[in-house]
T-cell receptor
Framework: DAGVIQSPRHEVTEMGQEVTLRCKPI?????LFWYRQTMMRGLELLIY????????DSGMPEDRFSAKMPNASFSTLKIQPSEPRDSAVYFC?????????????FGSGTRLTVV | AQSVSQHNHHVILSEAASLELGCNYS??????LFWYVQYPGQHLQLLLK??????LVKGIKGFEAEFIKSKFSFNLRKPSVQWSDTAEYFC???????????FGGGTRLMVKP
């Protein structure tokens, strides 16, 4: 298995533009998570899905952020409009079971820079 | 809800020194415990995990961690660190009552050659 695949690896965009981050989880993993990592705030859970259904989006910072999972093999995180304070590394992770007993498998992340 | 505390935000060691990173969690029920490592510029990788059995868990690269239930702790140890261990280390906990991992704030380890 190729693991959790995220694209793009790096994204530089101008303030006000729409940004879409993509994630392909490991096949068979029923849970998918989006995290954001910054120096100031560390690792923050934004939203997670179970069987393509959003379960908890309480970590999404504001309405500019939205996430979808149209099928078991694809998820997107969209920021519209983007702002400089959104600059961070965004990680996607997937896991097999309800308790994360096998841990989470993380993608390589997308480093977003909003100028 | 559970929470995780990592006491040391930054640790600097010389090569061959022994390492112990603290991790405490707050949750009264059954927990699953993890340590993840993030090397510079890379994603998080699982270092070791505990969810039952022997409270002393051996992981990759010579790391180990001990679950002490009475202290709500899961400290990470390595007898002799190497320069290549320079990374950020995250403790995490999940519970059998839910399915989310809760991460600690991380500890940045720098090993001087």
């Amino acid at each position: 298995d190729a693991g959790v695949i995220q694209s793009p690896r790096h994204e530089v965009t101008e303030m006000g533009q729409e940004v879409t981050l993509r994630c392909k989880p490991i096949s068979g993993h029923d849970y998918l998570f989006w995290y954001r990592q910054t120096m100031m705030r560390g690792l923050e859970l934004l939203i997670y899905f179970n069987n393509n259904v959003p379960i908890d989006d309480s970590g999404m910072p504001e309405d500019r952020f939205s996430a979808k999972m149209p099928n078991a093999s694809f998820s997107t995180l969209k920021i519209q409009p983007s702002e400089p304070r959104d600059s961070a590394v965004y990680f996607c992770a997937s896991t097999l079971d309800a308790f994360g007993s096998y841990g989470y498998t993380f993608g390589s992340g997308t480093r977003l820079t909003v100028v | 809800a559970q929470s995780v505390s990592q006491h040391n935000h930054h640790v600097i060691l010389s090569e061959a020194a022994s390492l112990e990173l603290g991790c405490n969690y707050s949750y009264g029920g059954t927990v699953n415990l993890f340590w993840y490592v993030q090397y510079p510029g890379q994603h998080l990788q699982l270092l070791l995990k505990y969810f039952s059995g022997d409270p002393l868990v051996k992981g990759i690269k010579g790391f180990e961690a001990e679950f002490i239930k009475s202290k709500f702790s899961f400290n990470l140890r390595k007898p002799s660190v190497q320069w290549s261990d320079t990374a950020e280390y995250f403790c995490a906990v999940s519970t059998n009552a839910g399915n989310m991992l809760t991460f600690g704030g991380g500890t940045r380890l720098m090993v001087k050659p």
